[in-house]
């Protein structure tokens, strides 16, 4: 008799449900099991980039001879930029249609750049870090620049040598499905803590932003994202998209970690059947580079005060605003929150004060329970999304 077996993604959305009650009904109780969250998330960025670096060196050392792969991951980055780029101009149309103004009350804290090159040097600066600091640190940048350096001298070793570095990667991999099997029990802890000690009161003054939040990221997870896909694959892409949103946006929304997730897309990639080769590359670069909802929320929330502070915004300022997001976006963090900070620097484009700069940034963390899970599932789901259309682009295409 075949026993009845649950699946990871209804055993998540259970751990959602219980802890969302527990929260509610006993938030005493709730907020100690955030421990079981915290646990979770931790172990996820422990063991992402060390298998971030063995995989990509793994993958380049082994590979045939073939300059496909090379040529679809800047293809996949190319779409990265593409994608952003588009999010930002959804956020700011949706601006343009549905104004919103901010109570500007409190000063949040924290040190944003000062401009883009700011971001940009943080940038260079990450992918010449040292590689042991680029582990401890979880520097994915870092990680993956030393992973292809090694990668490329170790093509060069005996096959022996590069027979064990696979079976290491291979156990690498093994211990993140045995980490991602806790994914119920890890966001159980995690929607408990947040329900029991945010509640849903904080987010009522700020319903109409946080909305337009999540509708521009609807708009682009459920229109631009599938129709970027077809033009590039030809194919009916809602069930990758769909399957993306419910195995690697679910995790995401509730880690609200594009650097924890890393882990679940590189193993959803592999269920997908892209090639390794790609998917290796593609997976951390993108949770670092590819941020659509970072592009939504720093435009939003720059055209916000904007309009808060009566800003007349010319068409080509708004233009110019969302390469100033994308790029921004480029620069954010895979850690909770990480766009947030860069909002004061999208706001100097209207010449805004940093403090009230600040402020903004203050509101936006008030709602970032909504805006930084949907943000984070946007930006994580995306990833796969991208890597599967370019690794199912015409390989004719490709080599021409």
């Known amino acids: 008799m075949n026993s009845f077996k649950l699946g990871l993604v209804p055993q998540i959305l259970i751990g959602v449900v219980l802890g969302a009650l527990l929260g509610l009904l006993l938030p005493n109780v709730a907020e100690p099991l955030g421990l079981l969250g915290r646990l979770f998330v931790e172990m996820l960025k422990a063991v992402a980039p060390l298998l971030v670096m063995l995989l990509v060196m793994s993958a380049i050392a082994n590979r045939h001879e073939s300059g496909s792969d090379g040529k679809k991951s800047l293809l996949t980055l190319a779409l990265y ?34 401009a ?23 520097n994915f940048l870092g990680c993956l620049s030393w992973a292809i350096l090694l990668g490329i001298s170790f093509r060069r070793a005996s096959a022996v040598f590069k ?6 990667a291979n156990g690498v991999s093994d ?49 631009v994202n599938p129709l970027i896909v077809f033009l590039v694959t030809r194919r009916n892409p809602f069930p990758v998209v769909f399957t993306c949103l419910k195995e690697s ?48 929320t720093i435009t939003v929330l720059t055209l916000a005060a904007a309009n808060t502070l009566g800003i007349e915004v010319s068409f080509v300022t708004a233009l110019v605003l969302c390469v100033i997001a994308a790029l921004s976006a480029c620069g954010a ?24 700069a600040m402020q903004v940034v203050a509101v936006g963390f008030i709602i970032s329970v909504i805006q930084d899970s949907a943000e984070t599932a946007l930006n994580s789901s995306t990833d796969v999304v991208y890597t ?3 690794d199912n682009y015409p390989l004719s295409k490709v080599e021409q």
């Open 81 to 114: 930029l593409l994608g952003t780029v588009s999010a930002a101009v959804v956020a700011l149309l949706m601006s343009q249609v549905f104004p919103q103004s901010i109570a500007l009350t409190d000063v949040a804290e924290g040190s944003p750049p000062v």
């Open 116 to 138: 883009v090159t700011a971001v940009l040097a943080d940038v260079l600066f990450k992918l010449i870090d040292n590689p042991i600091n680029a582990i401890l640190s979880g």
């Open 163 to 168: 027979e064990h570095l696979q079976t290491l």
């Open 175 to 223: 211990i993140v499905i045995y980490v991602i099997r806790l994914a119920p029990l890890g966001i159980f802890g995690l929607v408990a803590v947040t329900v029991a000690t945010t509640g849903l009161e904080a987010l009522a003054g700020y319903a109409s932003l946080a909305g337009l939040l999540v509708a521009c990221m609807l708009i682009v997870a459920l229109l």
């Open 249 to 296: 946006g679910i995790t995401a929304f509730f880690t609200r970690s594009s650097a924890a997730n890393i882990p679940v897309n590189l193993n959803l990639a592999r269920k997908l059947g892209i090639s390794e080769e790609l998917y290796s590359v593609t997976i951390p670069v993108g949770a670092t580079v590819n941020m659509a909802g970072a592009a939504i």
């Open 333 to 356: 963090s895979g850690v909770p929150s990480g766009s947030l900070l860069l909002v004061p620097l999208a706001c100097s484009l209207f010449g805004i004060p940093i403090d009230v």
């Open 388 to 390: 599967y259309a370019i």
